[in-house]
């Protein structure tokens, strides 16, 4: 018999608010070829995905000449705009690189494939099976800057996850990315992948940027690379869910019963072994009954390193007799990624005060302490809540390569799915499988 | 010496950035205190957070009276209203049902504590030691609709978990929580806790929950329990990172070859063992080749379960003979989630078919397959993308009790951090901690 129909509370899918296809914007079509390819690329196993990246280590290099030709264009619209020459040779693609880069799409071939990895795994009372499994996450959508090499690493890292890939690279760097997505397409493609498992935002605008920011069901993360302000941008107005990464503000604390010849050591190398990267110490904390020692030794230090000092009151006293070039702090310095041959430095009363000036001026990144005390070692790793605490290490091994984990899509400064270096485990999500035999619930 | 002061890119830290708290709004000062009182509870070891649940329960056991009292007041308000019954049974708290409450503490007293535990750990090859633990999320905002016993669980796991947390309940149960939090708060300040770390938000409007969804570096997590239309929007306000709960469109398929006294367990279980919940079936699929045989009996089995079945023209065909109340479905039943005794139907030609229909209309939840061929079921769970895919089992198990969690603090449906019922460790992140003797990178 039939009924008079029911008026049941309607909650509209994906399927009915997404406009159609052939009136979509063409960054929303690119998203929607993305999740169809997704869940051709979910179940494919290992050995497909590992084929279709070596396929495509094979292209760059057999059409290196066609990326480096394009690669050209880009650096000759950046020297016309005047972009200085540290900029140009991060956009600069040599054969030697991308022979390089082809490599490291070899090593991701070697890494083992996440998804399947049985997470969980148990038998109820009753006798159910339950397995926690990993599975992609589907589409996911990288907002990056400058080096082309991004590209590739980012489009390996995602087909070896089973995830669909959508690009977007900055404007500076369009001829480079739009040859190197050709090349990686095809080989996709050729090896019997769905090629839209990797495409190029379209668009160079900003425009493209917020609509990807606002593809929620058919984008399932955004990680943003670059600066600040770009990530900043992504984590404020994306409804999309975003892994922010990247900025640090990293500390090292020379703690009371430090090392000398080690405080200093780690030191230097957290600070001055490469300046420009997140994992860059930015401020120095003295405890205050190892300043007359350790201070006058450590500026020197730091003035043959070539770092400025910005320095507090108490620190500011030491500077005098030594050949370091010292400024006075503002409370500004303490929140400062100087990303340069600069680091703030203050006295404290005690760890436990460095503790406070951490947690209270950390972008949560990563944070060291040199000490011989095993009391201080473990108060420091029990109180400090960043993605990393360093004991007695430079701040510089907070790194997926570092790590072992092989490869690294970025590095994660929130606390929700993941936090640290993200290797491919991280570009997973799981899903339950229950099974019974006919098992219901009373 | 001193030297001219440089102009570093200054990205302001939540320190600089955040108001004085004397000139803070109401719902930051208490997200502020949460935030203090979070960084106390992250250290603290299982047996102190243990010695605080224990005396929440005693306190809601010996303060009953209060809770009662407060309750009737919001029961009287929500009968003015003309609520109807079935919410009122909902809101009221009698001394059987907080005794119950606190009993569910108790039961968190037992559950092991996540924190603390190593995820994953090695010794790097330059003799690093690497230990993956898990901390505290940090704070924690729950936003809930009218259920008062929400307000004792969250707070209990919260707290387990080393979380503050912060509590935004419905303004109909606005009594009842003040009387329930008051009465936690003395108890874990009594146990030498934080009171902070369980905070009601202050502010019984909409403003409040706007603030909240915007106090991003003061709350690390939010995660809205309740119907559509609130996850809907915290999901795409809030800037605070979100944990989307709940919606369940879920799916049974009954393949080809399934065992039909089985097939009729499952759907009628899934669908009527309670129809207000989200694990509960929504839609039947049903595979062409066995619909003549299946159809008929799951029609009458409906039938005497009171379900009115949506049903598409194929389904239809069977409805005539049966005893069912069959109405004709229309697209719109493809994505509706009734909670109540509805269910929509089609025959699919395949069980590619089904799956092609779960993937355009599921809200990503729970889906069920009952079959006795061991290729349909590998081939439905590798292509069916939810928390949850049940082999031979019903759709309603999918809740954290039966799992074996112990608790549940909801069911998350995104892919991002957690995907399915969320425990205990769900609701915590992780650091890393790399301990040397004096490592620098080279």
């Known amino acids: ?110 890494l083992p494939d996440p998804v399947g990895e049985v997470v969980r795994g148990s038998t109820l009372p009753n006798g159910i099976d339950l397995r926690q499994v990993r599975v992609p996450l589907g589409v996911v959508g990288i907002i990056y800057e400058a080096r082309p090499n991004v590209t590739v690493d980012a489009a390996a890292l995602c087909l070896k996850s089973g995830n669909a890939v959508l690009l977007r690279g900055s404007a500076s760097a369009y001829e480079s990315n739009t040859a190197l997505v050709r090349v990686i397409r095809d080989a996709v493609g050729g090896a019997g992948l769905p090629a839209d498992a990797v495409q190029l935002v379209p668009g160079e605008s900003r425009e493209s940027v917020r609509e990807l920011m606002r593809a929620r069901g058919l984008v399932d993360v955004l990680i943003p690379r670059g600066g600040a ?140 302490i040199v000490t011989t005390s095993q009391q201080a070692a473990r108060r420091f790793t029990q109180l400090v809540d960043s993605t990393t605490v360093a004991v007695n290490a430079s701040t510089r091994f907070t790194d997926g390569g570092q790590f072992g984990f092989g490869a690294e899509i970025g590095i994660s400064t929130q606390k929700l799915h993941a936090r640290g270096p993200m290797g491919l485990p991280e570009l997973t999500s799981t899903k339950y499988i229950v099974t019974g035999d006919g098992h219901i619930r009373r």
């Open 1 to 110: 018999m039939l009924a008079e129909r029911a008026r049941p509370a309607h909650y509209p899918s994906l399927m009915t608010t997404l406009s159609p296809y052939d009136s979509m914007s063409p960054v929303n079509r690119a998203a929607y070829r993305a999740k169809a390819a997704a869940a051709d690329l979910a179940p494919l196993p290992r050995a497909v995905k590992d084929d279709a990246l070596a396929a495509i280590a094979d292209a760059l290099e057999v059409r290196t000449s066609e990326i480096v030709e394009a690669n050209a264009k880009d650096i000759a619209k950046a020297r016309e705009a005047g972009t200085s020459e540290a900029i140009i040779d991060r956009l600069t693609l040599t054969p030697e690189r991308v022979r390089a880069i082809a490599s490291d799409v070899r090593d991701v071939v070697a």
């Open 229 to 368: 302000s770009l990530i900043q941008t992504v984590v404020t107005e994306s409804i999309v869910p975003v892994i922010e990464t990247g900025t640090g503000n990293c500390h090292v604390y020379v703690d009371a019963d430090a090392d000398l010849d080690m405080a200093i050591d780690i030191l230097i190398n957290s600070k001055a072994q490469r300046v420009s990267v997140c994992n860059a110490a930015e401020t120095l904390l003295v405890h205050q009954d190892i300043a007359p020692e350790f201070l006058p030794r450590a500026l020197d230090a730091l003035a043959e390193a070539g770092v400025t000092v910005h320095a507090d009151p108490r620190v500011l006293a030491y500077a005098k007799d030594s050949k370091a070039t010292v400024v006075e702090a503002t409370p500004e310095d303490w929140d400062t990624e100087y990303l340069s041959y600069d680091i703030a430095a203050a006295v404290v009363d005690s760890l436990d005060k460095a503790v406070e000036h951490i947690r209270l001026w950390t972008s949560g990144h990563t944070e060291a």
